[in-house]
């Protein structure tokens, strides 16, 4: 007999899917209702209304994806690359480097403006890239790259992107919930995000949000959209404003139930709060880190509260202390990517896992594991330097 599957009880500090509230776990198990249920129509306005409060927009093309944050980066490219286009991409890391592949697979061509990972995307080098292609018509880059935790500046890439005449595309799976995002502040036109990071929801969609620039263009597009499930006019047949919502695709009416209780969640705390509440917790963490004697990979300034990355100390076996933190620790922390993967770990701070417990079982777990394998740090201070930031 094949029995239920009883997952362990982790505590997710990795790059995603990060720790998800008791409180969306217990709204995903109540029953089931039909997709156009009245009942689920009402919560559908509400879901729309809370991403609106939480990206900060008045866009009234704003909805969830029913699929995970790739598929929001699909859906945005899809709907505003068409053949033939020239889109500037800005890629510090490994998200960047799908939105290049999503242009190629649209038929058009990426031009791209490379910074090493760890930095942030240069605006220099955006706007000289601008300069020399007039005829782009999008800007894509990562708002926080998971890859690296680094951050870069969304108000000074979008507005150049508009001096230029061009739309961006701004991927804020990580940012959104953890550090701010403000849509209708940086004048961005096709947003995406994803539930599983700091809104603290389990993965599998993708909250998205287009400005009206954004929507005109898809309205005056060429050719049809060419993935027939992303393409927001279809799927806007049943999140749109119309009282009379037409079947589209079943929508994952129990895993909305989940996004919509995070959203309240994050609408109780206020989105100023949960800023706060990752970047004490962040400083709480770098003051430990740096007792233990361990490296960021990323310059104070450009740091992202929700995602840490810092250089494993000399001879550590990278993969064997990650194992023994989950099974001694059940804690789950993330491996380095591309040219940092063996050289880093990613500690995420991200949503519901942002919390003192998380930070100070993180530094003891990590201060343990490495004097028992010998590693060269300053053993038994690294809690100590965060409570005192906690205390201070
Ligand atoms: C996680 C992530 C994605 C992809 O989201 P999935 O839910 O894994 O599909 C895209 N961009 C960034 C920056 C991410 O961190």
Known sequence: ???????????????????????????????????????FIELMDEVKRLLQFAFQSENELTMPVSAPGSAGMEACFVNLVERGDTVIVAQNGVFGGRMKENVERCGATPVMVNDEWGNPVD???????????????LLAFVHAETSTG????????????????CLS?????????????????????????????????????????????????????KQPVQSWFLDMELVM?????????????????NALYGLHESLIILEEEGLDNAWKRHRRNHLALAAG??????????????????????????????????????????LEIGAGLGPLAGKVWRVGLMGFA??????????????GTLRQQGAAIDSGQAVAAAQAIYSG
């Open 354 to 367: 942002s919390n003192e417990k998380n930070v100070l079982l993180c530094l003891a777990a990590l201060d």
């Open 169 to 221: 595309i701004v991927d804020t799976v990580t940012s959104l919930g953890g550090i701010e995002v403000d849509v209708d502040g940086w004048g961005a036109d096709a947003v995406y995000s994803g539930t599983q990071k700091c809104l603290s929801c389990a993965p599998g969609l993708s909250p998205v949000t287009f400005s009206n620039r954004a929507r005109d263009v898809i309205s005056s597009r």
């Open 123 to 137: 605006p220099h080098k955006v706007e000289e890239a601008l300069k020399d292609h007039p005829e782009a018509k």
């Open 237 to 253: 047949g049943y999140w749109g404003e119309q009282t009379q919502r037409a079947y589209h695709h079943t929508a994952p009416v």
């Open 150 to 165: 680094a951050r870069s500046d969304a108000a000074a890439l979008c507005s150049l992107a508009q001096d230029h005449d």
């Open 1 to 39: 007999m094949t029995h239920s599957f009883e997952p362990p009880v982790r505590t997710l500090m990795g790059p995603g899917p990060s720790d998800v509230s008791p409180r969306v776990l217990e709204a995903m198990s109540r029953p089931t209702i039909g997709h156009l249920d009245p009942a």
């Open 289 to 330: 880190f740096e007792a233990l004697g361990l490296k960021f990979a990323v310059d104070p300034n450009y740091r992202l509260p929700q995602l840490n990355s810092v250089y494993l100390p000399a001879g550590i076996d990278d993969a064997a202390l990650r194992q023994q933190l989950l099974a001694e620790y059940q």
